[in-house]
């Protein structure tokens, strides 16, 4: 596999866990209400797989290679868009986290924050996403030797093996089986 091959299989966990959080926030919507078991597992979940594990592979090893690398003007501009949308994407999970401490206080009305913050991040994960799979990833491919790419691989390795992956996927399952019973 390649180094940008884990980082795919990442987005596939992010992309199925967004399709979770859309639901929800239909159910906001019908309750009119917020279930913070479920804004508590989805800021975790973001906080740690989506920008720990996630994005930290790509900021530290992934990006932080390529700034070694005479990189093209194209490549050069959407790395700093996507670092840019990583800082945007944890300003909201930390906007997130105010309004639900508001609502869970007392105040009803950042129950529509809530929603805002979660419509938010379903709608940026998809396009930053799919800037990475479709345009960034494979063609900053080139600025590495094989051996480069071989390193990067065991590198990523190593970074996942302090992380509790496996309990991301699974919480999925779990949160997935807890919306359809
Ligand atoms: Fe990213
Ligand atoms: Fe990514």
């Known amino acids: ?20 959080v859309r639901q929800e926030i239909d159910r906001i919507e019908e309750r009119l209400a917020a279930d913070p078991h ?9 906080r740690t797989y989506a920008d720990k594990i996630h994005h930290g592979k790509e900021e530290d090893i992934l990006f ?6 005479t990189m093209d003007a ?4 959407v790395m700093a868009e996507l670092d840019a949308e ?16 508001g609502f869970l206080g007392g105040d009803r009305a950042q129950i529509e924050v809530i929603k805002e913050k979660l419509n938010f ?12 799979d479709k345009d960034f990833f494979p063609k900053t491919q080139r600025y590495f030797t094989a051996e480069e790419l071989d390193r990067m691989l065991a590198d990523f390795d190593q970074f996942d093996s302090g992380m509790d992956k496996e309990h991301y996927n699974k919480l999925y399952d779990r949160m997935w089986g807890e919306l359809h019973s």
Request: glycine share 2%; with cysteine.
């Open 74 to 77: 194209h490549d050069t501009a």
């Open 38 to 46: 479920f804004l508590k597992t989805t800021v975790d979940f973001i």
């Open 121 to 132: 991040i379903c709608d940026f994960y998809p396009v930053h996403i799919a800037k990475e």
């Open 86 to 101: 990583h800082v945007v994407s944890r300003g909201v999970v930390a906007e997130l986290v105010q309004a639900e401490a």
């Open 1 to 20: 596999m390649k180094p940008i091959g884990i980082l795919m299989i990442e987005h596939r966990l992010i992309e199925k866990f967004l399709s979770l």
């Open 64 to 69: 932080e290679r390529l700034k070694h690398k």
